[in-house]
C-alpha cells in the first residue's frame, strides 16, 4: 500500500496568515492527490481534487499543487472557518490518507 | 440534493460481527461508487472498502478477510458486513460518495460503533 506522509501534525497561526501544508508519498501517485477538510463535529468536506483542482464552491483562498510523490495544499489567508483538521488522500492504488493537519489559531 | 446516512449498533462485543447500512438519496448506486471510511477515536482517516457502480468490490487488504460490502439499488442502501470485530475496530464509520480521480465528495455525518463486552 502506498504511505502518505502529512506535514505538519499541527500547526499554530494567525488569521490572514498564508499557511501551506505537505504531503509525501511513499510512490509516485499520478496527481490522483485530494484534500480535505474536517470540523471539530466531524464533518468531512472535500477542498481539491486531483492535485489543483477546487470543489465547487471552495474559496479562491484554497490552493494545491504538486507532482510525483510531492504535494501541498496552501491557504492564502486564514479566516475563522479554516482553523479545522485537513487530511490528503491518494487514489493511484487502494486510496490511503494522510495522518492529518490540525490548524490552529496561534 | 445528494444525501448519505449510516445506521447500525453503537455497541459491539468483541468476536461478533459488524452490520452498517448506508442509505442514500440525491443519485443513483448504479452511476456512483460508495466507499466506506472509518476513524478511530482521536486519529485519522481509514479507507475501508467500496462498491462501484457496476457492483463489483474493493476491500482494504488489511481487513478484506473480515470485510464484505454489497448493496440493494432499489432501496439505494449499501451494506458493510465486518466480521471478528476486535477492540481496534471501534471507530465511528462514514459512508461517502466517490466519483472520479477518487475524490470523495458527499460524506455521511458517520456512525460510531465501540466495540466493547
Known amino acids: 500500500d502506498i504511505q502518505m506522509t502529512q506535514t505538519p501534525s499541527s500547526m499554530p497561526a494567525s488569521l490572514g496568515e498564508r499557511v501551506t501544508i505537505s504531503c509525501r508519498a511513499s510512490q509516485g501517485i499520478s496527481n490522483y492527490l485530494n484534500w480535505y477538510q474536517q470540523k471539530p463535529d466531524g464533518t468531512i468536506k472535500p477542498l481539491i481534487y486531483?492535485?489543483?483542482n477546487l470543489q465547487s464552491g471552495v474559496p479562491s483562498r484554497f490552493s494545491g499543487s504538486g507532482s510525483g510523490t510531492d504535494y501541498s495544499l496552501t491557504i492564502s489567508s486564514l479566516e475563522p472557518e479554516d482553523f479545522a483538521m485537513y487530511y490528503c488522500?491518494?487514489?493511484?492504488?487502494?486510496?490511503?490518507f494522510g495522518g492529518g493537519t490540525k490548524l490552529e489559531l496561534k | 440534493q445528494v444525501q448519505l446516512k449510516e445506521s447500525g449498533p453503537g455497541l459491539v462485543q468483541p468476536s461478533q460481527t459488524l452490520s452498517l447500512t448506508c442509505t442514500v438519496s440525491?443519485?443513483?448506486?448504479?452511476?456512483?461508487?460508495v466507499h466506506w471510511v472509518r476513524q478511530p477515536p482521536g486519529k485519522g482517516l481509514e479507507w475501508v472498502g467500496a462498491i462501484w457502480s457496476g457492483g463489483s468490490t474493493d476491500y482494504n487488504s488489511a481487513l478484506k478477510s473480515r470485510l464484505s460490502i454489497s448493496r440493494d439499488t432499489s432501496k439505494s442502501q449499501v451494506f458493510l458486513k465486518m466480521n471478528s470485530l476486535q477492540t481496534e475496530d471501534t471507530a465511528i464509520y462514514f459512508c461517502?460518495?466517490?466519483?472520479?480521480?477518487?475524490?470523495?465528495?458527499?460524506w455521511g455525518q458517520g456512525v460510531m460503533v465501540t466495540v466493547s463486552s
Open positions: 488522500q491518494q487514489y493511484d492504488s487502494s486510496p490511503t
Open positions: 461517502t460518495r466517490g466519483l472520479d480521480y477518487g475524490c470523495f465528495d458527499y
Open positions: 440525491g443519485f443513483s448506486l448504479t452511476s456512483n461508487s
Open positions: 486531483y492535485t489543483s
